[in-house]
């Protein structure tokens, strides 16, 4: 029976005629040259987010994030291909008193050829890895928004790559815990020539979770998760670029060379099929999920073959998907989202499911020129 669902679903939605990523709202293009040079301005980023995950089954238990975060920011355009920006990061829950976080945000980037960025400091998180669901949960984009460390990212026509590292957690000598370290690879390459209405498209993700230090103590676990992703989708979309459609197979590694591994298996896989529609503001994806062992350090756990709140293994899974999105720009740089996303475990037979609402203000206003500011007299 569930060999012939899996082929029911498949098959008919494949009969929709995405090109577009889901998660395109909530990403920051790659920094290119401008001719704003000896310039200053004010950057706001601000997101503000409902999202209810209503999950009862044994792999991990539900949560409502509700809140909002604000980073703004000063940038300041030494020349054509470098920009100094320093400001602040407010995350504030619903609920709450209190700031969540309040953590300074700052960075250089270095831009040595056109579309091609390198940052030092405050780097492009979140969403803007481009990460697939099993190995990086979307959550992250809203509690985890600040990584800092270094960050090269290239966008040209045929090619997007993003090689980040977030140092996490820094020690001392004296420090009485373990440094913490993400980091992470997606390269994303289009086989065929550009401005075709068809395409073909190879992605390549790896992400690590390394947890240690040459200072921790034998209390402290060395730890070292390293997930894997690589795919091959199709995408076609019409003439005025109002209804496309992808269909993406991924093959997905999981790994744990810790000298003392922390979880029950030491490697694992799975196959991730997927089939998007997008029609003007209406984004549709269907997506079927066979795990074996499967563990992700910072992925959504319903995919994953162990509990994050009990000792519940499950070895084996099959999960169906859904995610279904209105995406609607209210007025220029103000952007509306609602989201419903279902999940049903076809091993349980538990259906869990989660639905999101996001309003976002990202842009940025002119403050002053300086140049001739500052010359000797």
Do not use: C
């Not at 995919?303 to 099959?318: I, T």
């Amino acid at each position: 029976m569930k060999p012939f669902l899996v082929w029911l679903f498949l098959t008919a939605s494949s009969s929709l005629i995405v090109a577009q990523e889901l998660n395109n709202n909530f990403q920051t293009p790659v920094t290119s040259w401008s001719s704003d040079t000896s310039k200053l301005f004010l950057s706001i980023d601000n997101l503000n987010f409902i999202k209810n995950d209503e999950y009862f089954g044994e792999l991990t238990s539900g949560i409502t994030y509700i809140g909002t975060f604000l980073q703004p920011k000063l940038e300041y355009r030494v020349h054509k291909n470098i920009i100094i920006s320093g400001g602040i990061h407010l995350l504030k829950y619903s609920g709450l008193d209190q700031f969540t976080q309040v953590l300074p945000v700052f960075s250089i980037d270095y831009l040595p050829y056109q579309d091609v960025s390198f940052t030092l400091g405050s780097i492009k998180s979140g969403a803007n890895h481009r990460m697939l669901e099993p190995l990086y949960a979307f959550e992250n984009h809203l509690i985890n928004n600040v990584e800092n460390g270094a960050q090269l990212r290239i966008s040209k026509p045929k090619l997007f790559l993003d090689v980040w590292l977030n140092w996490e957690k820094f020690i001392f000598k004296t420090s009485m815990t373990q440094e913490s370290i993400l980091g992470g690879i997606t390269a994303q390459y289009q086989l065929n020539k550009t401005g075709s209405f068809q395409t073909w498209l190879i992605d390549l993700q790896t992400i690590f979770a390394h947890k240690g230090g040459q200072f921790h103590t034998e209390k402290d676990v060395l730890q070292t998760i390293n997930n894997s992703a690589a795919g091959l989708k199709w995408r076609k979309k019409n003439a005025d670029n109002t209804n496309q459609l992808s269909i993406a197979q991924y093959y997905l590694t999981f790994a744990d060379p810790s000298p003392i591994p922390q979880y029950p298996y030491l490697m694992g896989y799975g196959l991730l099929s997927e089939v998007s529609y997008r029609y003007r503001n209406m984004f549709l994806q269907l997506a079927y999920w066979n795990g074996t062992y499967f563990i992700s350090a910072l992925g959504n756990t319903l995919f994953e073959s162990v509990s994050d709140k009990s000792d519940f293994v499950q070895p084996y899974q099959q999960m169906l998907t859904a995610k279904i999105a209105y995406q609607k720009t209210l007025y220029k740089d103000i952007k509306l989202e609602a989201r419903f996303e279902p999940y049903y475990d076809l091993t349980q037979r538990q259906f869990e499911f989660s639905y999101g609402l996001y309003i976002m203000f990202n842009t940025n206003f002119f403050l002053m020129n300086t140049s001739g500011r500052n010359k000797i007299r």
